[in-house]
């Protein structure tokens, strides 16, 4: 496969949803948790969202619950949890696995073309990088995604062009996702 267009995915209610769907825009592709410590990265998201949509720009949200049992609810939960307390309005997807065995597809290509290259510096991201160690034991050399709310910029072309870990600042998020914008 060469393209994020390439894949399949399922929306909330269990369809097959074709990513050429989303041919020509840029995409932010993230896997989300309700119960994380970086659940309130949906608010940047969703300004982002409603600041970029119309210049081809779409999120595309795959909640996951391998990270400590952080989104734990139904489909059906996590949409109204994110449009009550957010008020995501961008594409929210089937509740998903990222790493192991049963790794969707899809993230298991993002981190092939992107693969992780760190939390950064400081004794927060230190901190991070040993628990993600610790809960991504289990998934071998299949970890391919190590915590809640890892990023991926998808270009009009569809191709990975940057991966941002859930320690990236959202302003440099914003700036890279406008850079490939203009």
């Known amino acids: 496969m060469s393209t994020v267009y390439d894949f399949n995915v399922k929306d909330m209610k269990g369809n097959c949803v074709s990513l050429s769907e989303y041919s020509g825009k ?36 795959f909640p996951c619950n391998q990270f400590a049992n952080q989104a734990p609810g139904s489909e059906d939960e996590i949409h109204e949890f994110c449009t009550l307390k957010f008020g995501t309005e961008f594409p929210q997807f089937a509740k998903i696995d990222v790493n192991g065995e049963t ?26 990088q040993k628990f993600t160690d610790m809960n991504n034991k289990a998934f071998g050399d299949k970890a391919y995604i190590k915590w809640n709310f890892t990023k991926f910029l998808i270009d009009r072309e569809g191709k990975v062009v940057a991966r941002f870990e859930p320690t990236e600042d959202m302003g440099n998020v914003r700036k890279a996702v406008e850079d490939l914008l203009n």
């Open 103 to 128: 790794a969707d597809p899809l993230f298991a290509y993002l981190a092939s073309e992107k693969p992780f290259e760190g939390f950064g510096k400081g004794i927060k991201n230190a901190a991070l």
């Open 26 to 61: 840029v995409l932010l592709i993230v896997n989300t948790a309700t119960g994380c410590g970086f659940t309130p990265h949906y608010e940047p998201l969703e300004a982002m969202y409603k600041d970029l949509r119309d210049k081809g720009f779409e999120i595309l949200d």
